[in-house]
């Protein structure tokens, strides 16, 4: 066992973690149980936390490796209320059985920090770890333009079958 500290959601934890223990478990012992297992291979994205200002997939980082990391999911986003991505995803129906979607915003957060101003190719890009069998990708990729025009201080984009892409 190997003591580590992490600061989750902006609480500090000091714990014990094992060898091979992912950061998905950890987390979910700590009590972010709203981070979930989907594929544990890292490929659909469910899992998906910001650690030290990027996504990556928690199934596949060793608990270990997020010594005196921070890391965000998407309770400790939305701590005071909806997150623009959140907001934008709601506005646009851009959510339906919500497996998905912490992913999605997590990675779509940690994008609009790094790039306010993303190209439709570049939202592509950056949620092409992110499965979703539900809602359908332009609707997601509609709302992080959304949420990237409200950030800079634009009008949202209208919705809907008439929207010109």
């Given at each position: 066992?190997?003591?580590?500290?992490?600061?989750?959601?902006?609480v500090m934890?000091e714990?014990?973690v094992?060898?091979?223990?992912r950061?998905?478990?950890?987390?979910?012992r700590?009590?972010?149980t709203?981070?979930?297992e989907g594929?544990?291979?890292?490929?659909?994205?469910?899992?998906?936390?910001?650690l030290?200002?990027?996504?990556?997939?928690?199934?596949?980082?060793?608990?270990?490796?997020?010594?005196?990391?921070?890391?965000?999911?998407?309770?400790?986003?939305?701590?005071?209320?909806?997150?623009t991505v959140?907001?934008?995803?709601l506005?646009?129906?851009a959510?339906?059985?919500?497996?998905c979607t912490?992913?999605?915003?997590?990675?779509a957060?940690?994008?609009?920090d790094?790039n306010?101003a993303?190209t439709?190719?570049?939202?592509?890009?950056a949620?092409a770890?992110?499965?979703?069998r539900?809602?359908?990708y332009?609707?997601i990729?509609d709302?992080?333009?959304?949420?990237a025009?409200?950030?800079?201080?634009l009008k949202p984009?209208p919705?809907g079958?008439?929207?010109v892409?």
């Amino acid at each position: 066992m190997t003591k580590i500290r992490i600061t989750l959601n902006g609480v500090m934890h000091e714990v014990e973690v094992g060898p091979v223990e992912r950061l998905l478990d950890l987390v979910r012992r700590l009590g972010a149980t709203e981070v979930k297992e989907g594929c544990g291979e890292g490929e659909c994205g469910a899992c998906t936390v910001i650690l030290d200002g990027r996504p990556v997939p928690s199934c596949l980082v060793l608990a270990a490796a997020a010594d005196r990391g921070t890391v965000v999911t998407v309770a400790g986003l939305s701590a005071e209320g909806l997150d623009t991505v959140q907001q934008a995803l709601l506005d646009a129906g851009a959510v339906q059985c919500g497996f998905c979607t912490p992913g999605i915003v997590l990675t779509a957060r940690a994008l609009l920090d790094v790039n306010p101003a993303p190209t439709r190719e570049e939202i592509r890009e950056a949620l092409a770890g992110n499965l979703c069998r539900c809602t359908g990708y332009e609707r997601i990729i509609d709302a992080v333009e959304d949420a990237a025009a409200r950030e800079s201080g634009l009008k949202p984009l209208p919705q809907g079958p008439g929207r010109v892409r």
